[in-house]
């Protein structure tokens, strides 16, 4: 299965309204001024700035309504730079380019009640979520984990309704929420939705720990756990690993076979060599170069996908082999 490259969307910033400090909403119409793609809950887009910088966020509006996305950012000092360019760059009027939605925090079909748990920023995706399950009368519950009140985006919509609690530590590690004994006994048929900063994310993975196989369901911002700003998804660097050989990968369709050593990406091998695989986030958050592999043991290292789609999908920007040969579906 190749990865399929999707086609640019032209958008316009209808609007840019101040949600929280530092954190501002974008709303995109089309250029054409017609619908949008349909998107669901938890899905996000690229968003293609200057000079080559593509960063993904996660859309927060209505999926039920296409006449427009919206999308919040944090503006983060210490970032990577996308926060602060949309920031501090963007007007109302004009013109932006996108990526068409894709998901890989999907709600679950199965679930009889919804648990959210945000920190920070990460309520951006499970803002759609909610919005969702409040259309379709399903059963949820927010727990939304901020430093204080002119910190929280969307407080105005949130603070009244029943099902959200919001909580706010005021930058004091003895208030933070007690995730444990929130998460201390699952209820059958509940599934558990997280995002959030690195230590936000640690901390509700632990209180989880003992929560049913396929229960939980998370979207990091940043690959790398032990960093602090989660305000975007980050771009992930290969390490140069003595202690690994490399590996070689095959392209099924071709029976080419291609040697990835231990200092570039499976990607990066094949961009080598003439196969353009589309990227995006390249730190394995994204899901934009998907592959099927037919034949070895991953490395996987990306964020991302379960234990089921590890049997058969491998993110080629991110993952190694534990196999000599990797065999993948081009």
Request: glycine share 8%; proline share 6%.
């Amino acid at each position: 299965m190749t990865p399929q490259i999707s086609q640019p969307i032209g958008t316009r910033i209808r609007s840019i309204t101040n949600l929280a400090k530092d954190i501002n909403a974008f709303e995109l119409v089309s250029q054409d001024g017609g619908s949008l793609p349909a998107f669901s809950a938890g899905a996000h887009i690229d968003v293609f700035l200057n000079d080559g910088i593509v960063r993904q966020y996660s859309l927060c509006s209505d999926p039920g309504k296409t006449h427009h996305y919206v999308f919040a950012v944090l503006r983060e000092a210490n970032g990577t730079g996308g926060s602060i360019a949309l920031h501090d760059t963007l007007r109302a009027g004009q013109l932006l380019t996108i990526s068409a939605p894709r998901n890989n925090f999907m709600m679950s079909s199965s679930a009889v009640r919804h648990l959210f748990l945000a920190g920070g920023i990460g309520i951006t995706p499970i803002r759609a979520m909610i919005y969702r399950c409040l259309s379709e009368a399903l059963d949820f519950e927010l727990v939304y984990c901020t430093r204080s009140a002119d910190r929280t985006a969307f407080y105005r919509d949130l603070v009244n309704e029943h099902a959200c609690l919001i909580h706010h530590d005021e930058g004091n590690a003895d208030k933070n929420f007690d995730l444990k004994a929130h998460l201390a006994t699952p209820t059958p048929g509940t599934h558990l939705y997280y995002c959030g900063p690195p230590a936000f994310m640690r901390a509700v993975m632990g209180a989880a720990a003992h929560w049913p196989a396929g229960t939980c369901h998370f979207e990091y911002f940043k690959n790398d756990p032990g960093e602090t700003a989660p305000d975007e998804f980050s771009a992930a660097t290969v390490e140069d690993d003595p202690s690994e050989p490399g590996f070689q990968v095959k392209i099924k369709s071709t029976d080419a076979v291609f040697t990835v050593p231990p200092d570039r990406t499976i990607v990066e091998v094949l961009r080598d060599n003439g196969i353009e695989v589309e990227t995006s986030c390249e730190s394995g958050l994204c899901g934009t170069c998907r592959t099927r592999y037919l034949e070895g043991e991953p490395d996987h290292q990306d964020m991302i996908l379960s234990d089921d789609e590890r049997e058969r999908d491998v993110l080629i920007c991110c993952a190694r082999s534990r196999s000599p040969l990797l065999v993948l579906d081009f």
